[in-house]
């Protein structure tokens, strides 16, 4: 049996999205898979932007790295992804009255969106019998693995249970040795808001209750706002990007290695360039002010007109034909045969979709923040030391952030089947 992971840290250092503790959940995690779950180190893909000799987790290294290892894998072996770092929604972008959803997804940090299209296309190919678990620490995740039930949530639990009877019941690119000790120096200061304090990590029940009488702390909410995201892009692109136009510009700067739901929006855009618009619709560099060309905005438009009009007069290549939504609309689903079966993997994210995840510095050391969901099951681990089920885990994890001040509350979303499996197969 083998055992692989991949470890996600984006701090986005030195840009108005800057998290802090990130890469210290990457640390801890690898800390916590070799010491309690018998990973080799060797068998560990780290990915951090803190650091120039890591693999840096750009949108196409992360999509790279978990194609491998899903290849790799085979039935009975362990596969780990731990993600910490922004999540985000994209709205609806192509002015159609029926379009109103929206597209999860979590943020790298080259900003290159990954959203549940991407995540769909690669877990798709997981061998039956493949212990794969998923833990994304960030807000807007809870759809990541999309055809699994919501076990623990804010759907099927509005009040988290207190036990079991849940409803339904290689590539490491550097040496560890001195870089996770380091504090970054830059400041933040956006999406603040408080929660209350907490000192530390794995600490006795006792320090636990006290911090239920402590002083609210700040954290940073692991939410990217579309117009902060729209701001990012902007610098990047050199040009001003409106939150209408998010999608447009990341093919514009990453062009066929976008997001396959950038890829069927942009050809959604391509056939209305190409005279296809639907009644009411007016093209042209500056648009009118209506439907899909006020929402974009010129640039966009002037962009994919550039694009259609040069050689590569097909703006998006190579979308997969399976597992994507196809339609062009925002937040919707391919059909259920096209979508991750069942057994596919155990998915335990930050908090419920109308929360945020925090990232926290109640001490001021940046080397001491952590993301909450991460620390929390490091603490819980450590203290449980056997086996614990995804069950017990979540609903013991929500009952320390309780205890500890936070308002989140982390999801379970797996089959009915793995509610009472050992948490990453232990």
């Known amino acids: 049996m083998k055992k692989k992971a991949l470890l996600i840290g984006c701090n986005y250092p030195g840009t108005k999205a800057e998290l802090h503790g990130c890469v210290n959940d990457v640390s801890r995690m690898y800390k916590c898979l070799t010491d309690q779950f018998g990973f080799a180190e060797e068998d560990i893909t ?44 994209v709205p609806a ?38 212990n794969f678990t998923f833990i994304s620490d960030s807000c807007h995740s809870g759809g990541l693995i999309d055809h699994e039930k919501e076990q623990i949530g804010g759907t099927a639990n509005r009040d988290f249970p207190t036990g079991l009877g849940i409803p339904r019941g290689g590539e490491r690119g550097f040496d560890f040795g001195g870089v996770f000790g380091r504090r970054e120096e830059s400041d933040s200061g956006h999406h603040h808001g408080h929660h209350r304090q907490h000192h530390g990590h794995h600490r006795d029940e006792e320090e636990e209750e006290e911090d239920e009488r402590s002083e609210p702390v700040d954290f940073i909410n692991k939410s990217l706002s ?34 396959p739901t950038v890829k069927v929006f942009v050809n959604f855009i391509a056939d209305k360039l190409s005279g296809k618009k639907t009644e009411g619709e007016s093209g042209g560099g500056g648009g009118s002010g209506h439907g899909i060309w006020g929402a974009i905005g010129g640039l966009a438009v002037d962009f994919l007109k550039t694009k259609l009009d040069g050689d590569d007069s097909k703006p998006a290549h190579h979308v997969p034909t399976s597992g994507v939504n196809l339609s062009g609309h925002a937040g919707k689903k391919p059909d259920a045969a096209e979508r991750v079966a069942d057994e596919t993997g155990v998915l335990v994210s930050g908090c419920m979709s109308n929360e945020t995840s925090a990232d926290a510095n109640p001490t001021g050391n940046k080397a001491e923040a952590y993301g909450a969901l991460s620390n929390g099951i490091q603490t819980v681990l450590a203290k449980r030391g056997g086996s614990i089920t995804n069950g017990e885990l979540v609903t013991e994890v929500r009952k320390l952030l309780k205890k500890q001040g936070f308002t989140q509350h982390p999801c379970l979303y797996c089959s009915d089947a793995n509610v009472n499996r050992p948490f990453i197969g232990k």
């Open 46 to 89: 780290v990915m951090i932007d803190t650091d120039t000799r890591s693999v840096q987790p750009t949108g196409v290294n992360i999509k790279k790295v978990l194609r491998r290892l899903i290849d790799e894998a085979e039935p009975g072996d362990v596969l780990v992804l731990h993600y910490s770092g922004h999540g985000t929604q």
């Open 93 to 130: 972008e192509t002015g159609d009255e029926e379009d109103d959803g929206f597209d999860e997804a979590i943020v790298p940090t080259d900003l290159n969106l990954l959203t549940d299209d991407d995540f769909r296309v690669l877990f798709k190919d997981i061998k039956d019998g493949v």
């Open 226 to 259: 579309i117009e902060t995201l729209a701001e990012m892009l902007s610098q990047k692109t050199g040009h001003e990007v409106k939150p209408g136009g998010i999608r447009t510009s990341l093919f514009e700067l990453f062009g066929d290695n976008a997001s």
